[in-house]
Nanobody
Framework: QVQLVESGGGLVQAGGSLRLSCAAS????????MGWYRQAPGKQRELVAA????????HYSDSVKGRFTISRDNAKNTVFLQMNSLKPEDTAVYYC???????????????WGQGTQVTVSS
């Protein structure tokens, strides 16, 4: 069983910063990719940032480039999202997402965290 546990959401004023954390735990053989999505009320869930293990690359949506930074601690199977210069339009529920090979399995699976609310006031 694999779980993703998020932390770090909250309320912040525009221009402020927040740091989200997501720790993967359980029977993990390897992590192919790990990242963050967000969903605002009435909108579709969208990719915010992610890293790909195979080529050690990072990817960002255009709306957060230059403001958000994704990083990871491989030893702890944890990914972080540092969010700076936050805007009211960044308000959403942020979900951790990971593509993981569980131990003993031949295919990878997609896992989601429970979501953490980020609210940016103007």
């Amino acid at each position: 069983q694999v779980q993703l546990v998020e932390s770090g959401g909250g309320l912040v004023q525009a221009g402020g910063s927040l740091r989200l954390s997501c720790a993967a735990s359980g029977s993990i053989f390897s992590i192919n990719a790990m990242g963050w999505y967000r969903q605002a009320p009435g909108k579709q869930r969208e990719l915010v940032a992610a890293f790909i293990s195979s080529d050690d690359s990072t990817h960002y949506s255009d709306s957060v480039k230059g403001r958000f930074t994704i990083s990871r601690d491989n030893a702890k199977n944890t990914v972080f999202l540092q969010m700076n210069s936050l805007k009211p339009e960044d308000t959403a529920v942020y979900y951790c997402n990971a593509d993981i090979f569980p131990r003993g399995r031949l295919v990878s699976y997609t896992y989601w965290g429970q979501g953490t609310q980020v609210t940016v006031s103007s």
